[in-house]
């Protein structure tokens, strides 16, 4: 990388990647309600506001209030985390007990290691989240990754849910980067770039082929999975395809996700936050900003708009 980053452009792009996954987020959840149509927003015929984000967004405010400089400070995220968190926001129920014990005391390695009998969360909660936190760290793909698994272990011990976390964190470096570089990566490059500081597995074999297919939307989420399994392995490969393919049309990836339907809001999330990390808040629509439902008056991003 050839440039510094200081605190306050640190903390822009994390706020402009916030924007753009909870918007991906808000937008996305309507499509799980009946009579919204994938249709209607490609012909612009938008839900009805406000758009009502889920976990994904909640969870990526505990996170951005959590930045400062140095490594992130896991203790400070469990416990924010476990008090902001509302179950009603479409967490899972693995995740609503993990936060529960983590409330009532459990250090959150116990937790975490405990979750799904002794197998860990291999699921997508903790890429979804993780976009604002690879924004950050721009400068440095390599520290994105060794932080993005920091991140991740906080709730998730399984190694597919941690190389999930870690994966979308370096993408929204490569992002960032790419923006204050005045560079626009070629088809592909951001799925190898992350790859490459992506731990060995599932996910990672997922993004190689992903870097490979010049296909369609629905071709892209038969072959990668849209998040039907709730798993990083089932989402994070395509969500990650669709900000490298869409990376300068914030609109267009956000409709990518809900075309190829899956588990939406969550696909959008990760797509929106990394594509936002490059193109900034400017790139997000103004009116759909206006339509979802503002962010939490604890959230470090709830006037950063």
Request: charged letters at 15%; a negative charge.
């Amino acid at each position: 990388m050839s440039f510094t980053l200081f605190p306050d452009t640190r903390r822009t792009l994390a706020l402009e990647s916030l924007a753009g996954l909870s918007v991906g987020d808000a937008l996305g959840a309507q499509y799980f309600v009946p009579g919204n149509r994938p249709s209607d927003l490609l012909e612009a015929r938008l839900p009805e506001p406000p758009w009502e984000w889920t976990d994904d967004t909640e969870q990526a405010c505990c996170l951005v209030a959590t930045l400062a400089e140095g490594d992130f400070d896991r203790d400070a995220f469990a416990t924010l985390l476990a008090a902001r968190f509302e179950p009603y926001r479409g967490y899972g129920p693995g995740a609503v007990t993990m936060l529960r014990e983590i409330r009532d005391g459990l250090p959150w390695p116990i937790a975490a290691a405990a979750a799904f009998n002794g197998q860990g969360s291999c699921g997508n909660g903790a890429a979804m989240r993780a976009a604002p936190l690879g924004a950050w760290h721009a400068d440095s793909l390599v520290h994105a990754a060794v932080q993005g698994v920091r991140a991740a272990e906080v709730t998730h011990a399984h190694p597919e849910g941690i190389a999930g976390g870690a994966a979308v964190t370096v993408a929204a470096a490569v992002a960032a980067a790419a923006r204050l570089n005045g560079h626009r990566p070629e088809p592909g490059q951001l799925l190898r770039a992350t790859a490459g500081h992506t731990p060995a597995g599932v996910v990672h074999d997922g993004l190689i082929e992903a870097a490979g297919l010049t296909t369609t939307v629905v071709e892209a989420a038969h072959r990668l999975g849209s998040g039907g399994q709730a798993t990083a392995q089932d989402t994070v490969p395509f969500a990650l395809w669709v900000a490298d393919r869409f990376l300068d049309d914030y609109p267009a990836a956000v409709a990518a996700c809900v075309v190829a339907g899956g588990d939406v809001d969550t696909t959008a999330a990760i797509a929106g936050g990394v594509v936002a990390a490059y193109t900034g808040v400017e790139g997000i629509p103004a009116a759909w900003l206006s339509a979802r439902e503002p962010l939490p008056a604890w959230s470090a991003g709830a006037d950063g708009e």
